[in-house]
């Protein structure tokens, strides 16, 4: 018998004995990360309101019951009951009955109702149906990326349940090693911005933390085929957290899938969406620029399916010595501060991945607690001595009296923005300055992917600001459905009727002007001097953003498949307090409030001024140990 199965046959036995005598158990297995606990008295269960918890608790697992099929009340049947247990006011949109596990996932407008206060709904719903319900929410604005990965998920059911078992079982593995160090190795993004890869090491664990491509140069990607990396075979890895979906993270990890790689993917559910998105328009924008891209969309299917989503806050075994906790890092929606905690008290690593320290208008800043922190993986983005941003405040007054001048002399104005994060940010300031009247209220055209990512916002509100996500319960009261806001999606023909129409707003990917609908946008309005282009969030070395930015003014474009050189007129600007980075005061800020402070910390993530400026200043203020590291360096910590 192996190890797993010695495990769980003593587990079994220690719920048995926990367990009032007239509560049977018929199986317990690992799924993923999870204990889930087959009974055939799922309803006595759900009765005995702390049984779980407790039980979590003692085991020190999460746990999940669930009926045994044999129990089942039939769907029909137990559809009635859910439906008399749930407040009409739930807007429940459709249950969907899986009699292979047990579980019934009810897709709600407002799931809060259907859970209820600290889960009473719920665990009436299973008193009563002896079902177990799992809530997701109906999207506010339709979103065809959160209902493609919701239908795919639910046709490979039982494939990812094959999955999540072979991963509970490699989870709770036996440890080999008697050894004891911790690594890190750097895969990529030191010294430069993209390409985000790190290899999180023990003796008994290897922990890819993102796999990033680099915007701007299309042949820089991670270090993978070093030893420590996937040189080693790519089933040498044990897990892939993903701290949040821009490419210069995310863009690399479907190609794993390709190189054989077959295990779990740690990230947050907007995070996992937002991949989706993200990468499939990757793989369409290399495409049409005749660029052979390095994976097939089957890839990133493979990766969605591959996916297990943690919320913040879960403290998660992924290996037999490795804890993940995700904590909120404020940048882009569903963005993670990846918190591992190594061995029994060993060691502690905080991968900030990309993090806003302050309040945004779209999100809370990021989390800066912990348990405990011996070493601080820390983006520099704007970590040179002069990287200060303006205030917010000054920052929407500026842009809106950007909009204004140019709405006086009947321009337009062009925004290439992220479609994730810095377009929902932007639409937010816009919507409140037309409500107050602030700026005439004009239409707001969205290209690119930003109305399908805004969706997919409304869809988790969770991850949003507190007062924000009050606004989208509300649906007379959610900012992205005001009516100014128009989602073009009839392609070239609707651009130039916009183009040659009345003053007006766009707002199009990408963000740096690498690509996608923009380029058709600057062909459209950039040789008119009475429109403005207003660039609102970082732009990486290497790209046409970056030299507009440093006063280029042509650009070559393909116009009718002929190779074309615009020549640029409109007035340029850049309005730098939107970024969804921490500008150096909030790096500083996050480690001099940071609870505990680490005792070293990477500063990565950056050019080398910036990562070498901000390792220093931490240095001599806060007397810790600093680094400002090397792609493929690697550092042993215990
Ligand atoms: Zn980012």
Redesign the pocket.
Known sequence: MSKVDQQLEELQATITSELPPDISLTAVRYEGPELVVYTRDPKKFAQNGDLIRKLASKLRKRITVRPDPEVLTPPAQARERIMEVIPDDAGVTDLDFHEDTGEVVIEAQKPGMVIGRHGSTLRKITQEAGWTPEVVRTPPIESSTVSNVRNFLKQEREDRRDILQKVGRQIHREQLSKDQWVRITTLGCCREVGR?SFILSTPETRILVDCGDKPGSEDEVPYLQVNEALGAGANTIDAVVL????L??SAFIPLLFKYGYDGPIYTTAPTRDLMGLLTLDYLDVAAKEGRTPPYESEMVREAIKHTIPLEYGDVTDIAPDVKLTFHNAG??LG?AISHFHIGDGLYNVAFS??IHYKDTRLFNGAVNDFPRVETLVL?STYGGRNDYQTDQEDSERNLKEIIQETYDRGGKVLIPA?AV?RSQEIMLVLEEAMRSGDIPTMPIHLDGMIWEATAIHTTYPEYLRDDLRDRIFHEDANPFLAEQFNHIDGGEDEREEVASGDPCIILSTSGMITGGPIMSWLRHVGGDPENSLVFVGYQAQGTFGRRIQNGWDEIPVRDQGRNDTLKLSMDIHTVDGFS??ADRQGLMDFVRTMNPRPEKVLCVHGDERSTQDLSSALYHEFNMRTFSPKNLETFRFV
């Open positions: 985000a701290t949040h979906a821009h210069d993270h940048h882009i963005s991945g990309d983006e992220f994060g969804g980075h």
